[in-house]
């Protein structure tokens, strides 16, 4: 691409790589160095820093391994087209990107720990769900749904299904055929799961925070909290700036050379064309695989999930779920007319965040065999990994003058806190696009933008649709940093809940989970349901 | 794509913006007679609101609030001084230790209302206007302490982090570390918020618990089978003080807020909207009569904050 699109697109890019990352993160690096290198050493020395580190890369490495072969097996798993119920399973798998962070670790609590409801209701606790080992569980359960839709769509753009099909009729087994076929073909979609969780579970904070904590468990993200939360004193708001900038040059030491490696050895070209006719297996698919499926959604989605809505409609935590103690108090108080007010607010900034980094993300990915595109893949991840009140404090301290309380500043938090989940899943399909196509629409006189919207999206709509649900569904809930730049007139949902409950008062939180999920669900359910018809008429 | 095509995206485009952009502007309820004050504060919305509305009916003034838990609070007026100084005109903090690190900053003090509430929760710079009480939450199954020391007999006991909540920290400031340490060795744990206790005793995560006395009653209240005492030498308090900032523009209406909520009208409001008011003879939320109450130095303790915090994370893990 060398034409006046491809300028404007990196013209376009750089504009807003500036405006909602780079002047945020000069911004923290400024206040680091000029009022807190005097500490540099005395933060870094700290014993506590150390094991914060040791325990976030502990973390990272642990859910990065537990996350990538589970979502990548349920993405196989769920290729297979008779697969009984495979429409239920594919939105199952995705229920966990439904709930906001803390509400889901409570909803383990709630489920696992000590009186919870699998004790209840079989007699069965998992003690463990406190500390290292149920962190590292939970934060995997929530890569899961990423790894599997990042696999999605390496395999709608990527695999070869009749390459697959010859090694089978060869008389290769179906181990073989993975091994030697599919999993080469998906080297680049796993690879971007597995950075894209690496780098979010090294920023993730509301697990550990309320799950590790009870276990004396710190990381990066929970020591930043603790050291804002002190922050009226100037030294420990500089301090948790310090520890925000080490955990990016953290995040710069290992993507950097990760992109650079997988991006390299694992690209591949295309060997044939878009096919997407798995064929069929020489037997009926084993009545294991949605037996497995069935056991692992229980235990991470179901259990937790069904804790969570009882949690919603139950009349005070402790009491039994019984009709008796059924009660809609805990929606009324987040069904207000200011609660509607901030749905349509959150809703917008969602559906803005989304369509805007889906752009974002798209041009990123078709520029990243460029330098420029490159820089701007790796600075994306930097934000991503950052904790979402220290972006905030970088967007306040560098436009708080002319945008503070302004719904304007949340949306720039918000593209540059997700661009990174925008651009990642689209990166991991674009690189095997065949050209041809491309090519034969210009000869024939198809102008680029033409070509493009013909040719090339088509091809790359299963990627634009996860990249794009992924920004609006994490944006919707997003409270962190809405919750630090807000204003009178400005409240997304989550900071009216918030501010109505202090995030102790689980029920109304639940009731919020349950309601976002219901508005979200919903008409995505019949938007899917009108496809399907549209489809099969 | 076709030119109409193209015409219909960017509109959409535009009309997404505009929409965005209209999010942000006052409702058409909005008072416009004077320039609204604005106030930062982490008192919880079900006190802040009715105190607002309240005040707003009698001053004819409007009220810009931005409320949010104490560590947003802290890194918003953190962002507010690195961006052109602070936004607010009035801060009402939830803990005396926060409120002294920004008179030591100059952010905020300078001036008090005259007001009936006792010296003991007042300086030249603040007052305080609402308590906040570290009380013991048990199991009903299990014994209610009738002092803090016998706190651990209820069984699993949780505390809350003092390096997250300024409650937690003037209740180790007023117990010392030595008596965590006991409870670490009883088989406590630290979670993060006083929230955070009352939820998980309410569960049966833990059989007792330190919290404050709003969320203790709170989850009493929706029908949790728990218990709330306040043990003896007495419930921590901690008072919530309030202050006029320094480089406020429009004073007058600020500190018509400020000792508005400081008056007796003001703190009949406070009371009986959720939180405990600091005048002595104003009815509040639910508290045993003869319920015995101690006060921590928080002039010494907010000296000693980092060796306590240390010798804390010493016990618990950081």
């Avoid at chain 1, 409609?313 to 200011?338: E, K, M, Q, S």
């Avoid at chain 1, 050209?435 to 198809?446: F, N």
């Avoid at chain 2, 029908?223 to 308090?237: D, F, H, I, L, M």
Wanted: net charge positive.
């Amino acid at each position: 691409m060398r034409s006046g699109l491809a300028r404007s697109a990196i013209a376009l890019l750089l504009a807003c790589i500036t405006a909602v990352v780079v002047v945020p993160m000069l911004v923290l690096l400024r206040t680091s160095w000029v009022e807190g290198r005097g500490r540099l050493a005395e933060v870094i020395t700290d014993p506590d820093f150390g094991s914060a580190v040791a325990n976030s890369f502990g973390l990272s490495v642990a859910v990065t391994g537990l996350a990538v072969p589970v979502g990548v097996a349920i993405a196989l798993a769920l290729r297979d087209p008779r697969l009984p119920g495979r429409d239920f399973w594919r939105a199952a798998v995705l229920l966990p990107v439904l709930v906001p962070d803390f509400v889901l670790a409570y909803s383990w609590l709630r489920a696992y720990a000590r009186a919870g409801l699998s004790s209840d209701a079989f007699g069965f606790a998992w003690p463990q769900v406190q500390g290292p080992v149920g962190v590292t569980v939970i934060v995997a359960s929530q890569a899961v749904p990423l790894v599997y839709l990042v696999t999605v769509v390496g395999l709608s753009t990527r695999a070869e299904p009749a390459t697959e099909r010859a090694g089978r009729a060869s008389g290769a087994r179906p181990v073989t055929v993975l091994r030697t076929i599919t999993l080469p073909l998906l080297g680049p979609a796993i690879a971007t799961a597995a950075v894209l969780i690496f780098v979010l579970t090294l920023g993730t904070f509301a697990v550990p925070q309320v799950i590790g904590a009870p276990a004396g468990f710190s990381t990066i993200t929970t020591r930043i909290y603790a050291d804002l939360a002190l922050g009226s004193d100037p030294q420990s708001f500089v301090d948790a700036i310090t520890l925000a900038v080490l955990l990016m040059v953290i995040t710069l030491i290992v993507v950097t050379p990760a992109d650079r490696l997988l991006g390299g050895r694992l690209s591949l070209s295309r060997t044939s064309a878009r096919d997407s006719d798995w064929g069929t297996a020489s037997r009926r698919p084993r009545i294991l695989v949605p037996i497995a499926l069935a056991l692992y959604l229980i235990f991470t989605c179901g259990l937790p999930l069904l804790a969570l809505v009882s949690a919603a409609f139950t009349r005070a935590v402790g009491v039994a779920p019984t009709p008796g103690n059924w009660t809609l108090d805990n929606f009324l108080a987040v069904l207000t007319p200011r609660t509607g007010e901030a749905l349509g607010r959150s809703l917008l900034l969602a559906v803005a965040a989304g369509s805007i980094l889906l752009v974002l993300g798209g041009c990123t990915a078709a520029l990243s065999r460029t330098r420029s595109g490159r820089a701007v893949s790796v600075l994306v991840a930097l934000t991503l990994v950052l904790p979402g009140s220290v972006l905030a404090i970088g967007l306040l301290i560098g436009y708080g003058r002319w945008l503070a309380d302004t719904v304007l500043i949340i949306l720039l938090a918000y593209l540059g806190k997700l661009w990174a989940l925008a651009h990642r899943p689209v990166a991991a399909a674009v690189d095997r696009l065949a050209t041809a196509g491309l090519q034969a629409a210009r000869a024939s006189g198809a102008n680029l933008p033409t070509a493009l919207a013909t040719v090339v999206l088509p091809l790359l709509r299963p990627a634009l649709i996860a990249a794009w649900a992924l920004c609006f569904l994490t944006a919707l809930h997003e409270v962190t940093m809405s919750s630090l730049l807000y204003g009178p007139g400005t409240e997304t949902l989550a900071v009216v809940v918030l501010n109505s409950a202090d995030l102790g008062r689980i029920g109304v939180a639940a009731a919020l989970s349950v309601l976002v999920t219901v508005v979200v669900v919903v008409p995505g359910g019949a938007l899917w349901m009108l496809g399907r018809r549209s489809r099969h008429a | 794509m076709t030119t109409w095509r193209r015409r219909t995206v960017w509109l959409a485009a535009l009309l997404l913006l505009w929409t965005l952009g209209a999010c942000g502007s006052p409702t058409a309820t909005t008072i416009t007679t004077a320039t609204p004050i604005t106030l930062y504060t982490c008192v919880n919305d079900t006190t802040i609101q009715p105190v607002i509305q309240k005040f707003e009916a009698h001053a004819g003034a409007k009220v810009d609030l931005f409320r949010a838990p104490t560590g947003q609070l802290n890194a918003r007026v953190a962002s507010d001084v690195r961006s052109g100084g602070l936004k607010a005109d009035v801060i009402w903090a939830c803990d005396p230790l926060t409120m002294q690190d920004y008179v030591a900053q100059g952010l905020v003090g300078g001036w008090t209302p005259q007001t009936d509430i006792p010296e003991t929760v007042r300086t030249p710079d603040y007052v305080g206007v609402a308590f906040l009480y570290m009380v013991a939450l048990t199991r009903k199954s299990a014994p209610a302490p009738a002092a803090w020391t016998e706190l651990s007999r209820a069984g699993k006991v949780a505390v809350p982090d003092p390096n997250v909540a300024a409650s937690a920290l003037g209740a180790l400031g007023y117990f010392g570390p030595d008596f965590y340490a006991d409870l670490k060795d009883k088989g406590a744990v630290q979670v993060s918020t006083p929230d955070d206790v009352a939820t998980g005793v309410a569960q049966g995560i833990y059989d007792a618990g330190m919290t404050i006395a709003n969320s203790a009653y709170a989850v009493q209240k929706s029908g949790s089978p728990v218990t709330v005492s306040w043990p003896k030498p007495g419930a921590v308090a901690i008072y919530g003080p309030i202050a006029l900032s320094k480089t406020t523009t429009n004073s007058g209406p600020a500190q018509d807020f400020v000792s508005y909520v400081a008056s007796r009208d003001g703190q009949t409001i406070v009371g009986s909207s959720g939180s405990y008011p600091t005048l002595p003879d104003v009815a509040g939320p639910t508290k045993p009569e003869d319920a015995p109450t101690v006060n921590p130095d928080w002039q010494s303790l907010a000296s000693q904050k980092a060796t306590l915090l240390s010798d804390y994370a010493k016990i618990f893990g950081g």
